[in-house]
């Protein structure tokens, strides 16, 4: 704040106004320094990122759906497997169709990854070529 002292008349007049210099001059200042500290943060190693596109599943007859439940069973289509050893059987069966038919798993999104793995390994020593998971898609923000 600025005051004026010794004005001609006696009366002392009081100058209210606020100098506004200084802060231009240090918004100008930390302009400056983020326009050049920015690049600098922002550099990344170059690379070709892969491009995805949200496709939906085209459901054939042919497709086999793997349902894992919370607790771990697992159902063919809609038939309860009772044990691994049946899996791989089913799983055998299919893979010697021409052409093959895509295994699709859906799971609980609660179950062990364990019961999934199982799944998986069963079809890939069976000779199941494509296997895929079931999603549900991500809600829109």
Do not use: C
């Not at 009081?14 to 550099?43: C, E, G, R, Y």
């Not at 990344?44 to 892969?50: D, M, R």
């Not at 044990?83 to 999104?109: S, W, Y």
């Amino acid at each position: 704040m600025a005051m004026s002292v010794g004005s001609e008349g006696g009366e002392e007049e009081v100058i209210s106004a606020i100098n506004t210099t200084p802060l231009v001059d240090v918004m100008l200042v930390l302009l400056i320094i983020f326009l050049i500290t920015i690049p600098v943060v922002t550099q990344t190693v170059p690379v070709a990122l892969p491009s995805v596109s949200n496709i939906p599943t085209i459901t054939k007859p042919e497709n086999v759906v793997i349902a894992v439940d919370r607790d771990g069973n697992v159902y063919w289509n809609t038939a309860l497997v009772p044990n691994n050893q049946m899996l791989r059987e089913q799983f055998q069966g299919v893979a010697v169709m021409t052409p093959q038919p895509e295994v699709h798993i859906r799971a609980d999104k609660n179950v062990r990854y364990e019961y999934v793995g199982r799944v998986v390994v069963a079809a890939q020593r069976s000779g199941i070529m494509k296997v895929g998971f079931i999603t549900e898609p991500a809600a829109a923000r």
